[in-house]
């Protein structure tokens, strides 16, 4: 694989995280989304991720985004502050070379610098092993499975749920 870099993501790289989540939308189960969301939602969503200090990080080669990861809150109330939600996705074309691996690597020591204690990876269906086998990769551990929680493609899924602690005080 050539080279790539992780880097903070920026407004100018929503319109190629746009089209990568669009993708998924509209062929996988990772996101549990029928229609892609508008380049405008796509950038709102980005906008407010950023707003409050979540990290939001891209893998490029050149001006290609090869990847994108982000943290956001795993749940609304006061009492999960330190606790989040990871989601990543990669371009079809660059899936399986280790892009994955280092923007989830990279997206852990984020949100450890921020404060946070715990990651949840919540997976669209049990069935996507390679997101299941990426997360175990990276130091998170299967916590819990929802079954047939979630509907699309005219198929039942599953969820699982895979937790990281980052909190220093928990190693």
């Known amino acids: 694989m050539t080279n790539f870099t992780i880097r903070n993501a920026n407004i100018g790289d929503i319109a190629q995280i746009h089209a990568i989540y669009s993708q998924s939308v509209i062929e996988d189960t990772a996101s549990w989304e029928y229609d892609p969301p508008s380049l405008q939602e796509m950038q709102r969503r980005y906008e407010a991720l950023r707003a409050e200090n979540f990290p939001y990080l891209v893998a490029i080669i050149g001006d290609e985004v090869l990847g994108y990861a982000y943290a956001s809150h795993y749940r609304p109330r006061i009492g999960y502050r330190f606790c989040v939600e990871n989601s990543i996705y990669i371009a079809k074309q660059h899936q399986g070379i280790g892009v994955g691996k280092e923007l989830l690597k990279s997206l852990i020591k984020e949100c450890e610098i921020r404060g946070f204690t715990e990651i949840i990876a919540v997976i ?48």
Do not use: T
Request: aromatic share 8%.
């Open 124 to 171: 669209g269906d049990s069935a996507n092993l390679a997101s299941i086998n990426l997360h175990k990769s990276c130091g998170f551990s299967h916590v819990g499975l929802l079954p047939k929680v979630g509907f699309k493609f005219d198929q039942w899924l599953d969820s699982v749920l895979m937790q990281c602690s980052i909190a220093k005080e928990n190693k």
